[in-house]
Every structure is written in C-alpha cells, then in structure tokens.
C-alpha cells in the first residue's frame, strides 16, 4: 500500500493518526509502495520500496575466488578467512529448554502463549545474528574485490546429507550467493559463479593435476605431479 513518512511517523491509509517508526537507515530516493508485515515475536516491520540511482563503488583492480564451508563459513583465494559463527549450535542449548518448556504447556493457555513467544524470539536472535554476519561479509567482499568467482552449489541436493543437513542450513550459503549477487549487481562488481561439477576441491591450484581419491575428510593433501602441500578449503578457493 501507499504511504509517507514525516517527523518519524508513519502515514498509511485507513489510520487517522501517524504511526511512530524507528528507522534503521536514512530513506534515500522516491518512495513507492509499504510492505508491512508481523513477526511471530509480534514486531510489525515496515518495507518501504524505493526508486533510486545506487553509485557504483571505486574499482580496486582485484579479483578473488571464494570457497565456502563449515569450519570457516567464507575462504578466499588470498587466504583470508571469514568465521562460521554457528548461531543454530550457539543458541542450541537455550533453545532446546524453552521447546521442552512449551511441551509441557497446555496448548491454548497463557502460559502456552508465553512461552512460545520465548521460542519465537530465540528463533529470531538466531535469524538476525545469521543475517547480520551474510550482509557484512557479502558487502566486504564487493568493496574490495572488483570480481568474485564462487561455486555454483547445489544447495538443495546437499541438505539431503542427514549428517550435514543442519550445519548447511545453519551456514546459509544460499542466501550468501544471493546477497553477493545484487550487491555486485548494484554497485558495478562481477560475480562469477563456475560449474558446481568442476573438481576445485580435488585440482591442485598450481599444475591443475587431479587428485582423485581425495575425501571429505582430508583436510590436507599434497599435489602428486609437483609436491605443494594444499589446504583443502584455500585450494579450492
């Protein structure tokens, strides 16, 4: 729906009075239509669309592949690494008490209610943290890097693995790609996204020799045909 902004309120058809917003950024460019939704937590967010012109950001003349991963969420091909943060293993313990709290609680009573408001927020706190850490990462990696060549994974078949399932959902990678290509987008980077069928674990990044055997669970290996020793997740980046 259409709306306006002025003097921190929020003016929205069929309300007489403003609504008073706390913006988390300045609005820049012509507003267009208002987006307003509620969390299970019961916190009302405005989205307000806007019609501007994003200036592109200074080139730095660098290029950079990236790998992702579990033991370090972002690995870059200039062996800078990026911190898997594990926010669904860090809220774990806090988050399977309150379920077992809920449990235990009549469906329907106020103390059902209560303490499923408790689990919403926990599983928002895990959402925003998860979020935050995706958009500062995404947006480092533009401003330094003029072109960023990652995987392109398949994300969906990998959450089949049982085992890893959680860790991969929790790591977000999917969103990441997404959130790196509009910044690219807009600010007038590249994002290069190679075959998900090329072996970049397996290649060694320095003659190119394959080395078939390798398993998931080396995490060092050295080149047969000239003798580096690789770490797997920088190689592959």
Request: aromatic share 8%; proline share 2%.
């Amino acid at each position: 729906q259409s709306g306006s902004i002025s003097d921190g309120l929020l003016h929205i058809p069929k309300f007489k009075d403003g609504i008073k917003i706390k913006l988390h950024c300045d609005i820049v460019g012509k507003v267009g239509k208002m987006s307003i939704t509620k969390t299970p937590t019961g916190k009302y967010y405005v989205s307000i669309f806007t019609e501007q012109i994003i200036d592109e950001l200074p080139k730095t003349g660098k290029q950079v592949g990236i790998d992702l991963g579990l033991k370090d969420f972002v690995i870059t091909s200039d062996n800078k690494k990026f911190k898997n943060n594990r926010y669904t293993k860090k809220y774990a313990k806090q988050l399977k008490k309150a379920q077992q709290h809920l449990s235990r609680k009549q469906k329907g009573s106020n103390g059902f209610e209560k303490q499923k408001l408790k689990v919403a927020k926990i599983h928002e706190k895990i959402a925003s943290c998860r979020l935050d850490t995706l958009h500062k990462v995404s947006i480092e990696l533009v401003r330094n890097y003029d072109l960023i060549s990652v995987e392109d994974l398949n994300v969906k078949g990998m959450i089949k693995n049982h085992k890893l399932s959680k860790h991969i959902a929790d790591a977000s990678w999917g969103n990441f790609v997404t959130l790196l290509q509009y910044k690219c987008d807009w600010y007038g980077k590249e994002l290069v996204k190679v075959n998900r069928f090329y072996p970049s674990s397996k290649a060694c990044s320095e003659c190119g020799w394959i080395n078939q055997g390798l398993k998931l669970s080396d995490r060092e290996w050295t080149c047969n045909s000239c003798g580096v020793v690789h770490d797997r997740d920088w190689n592959a980046s």
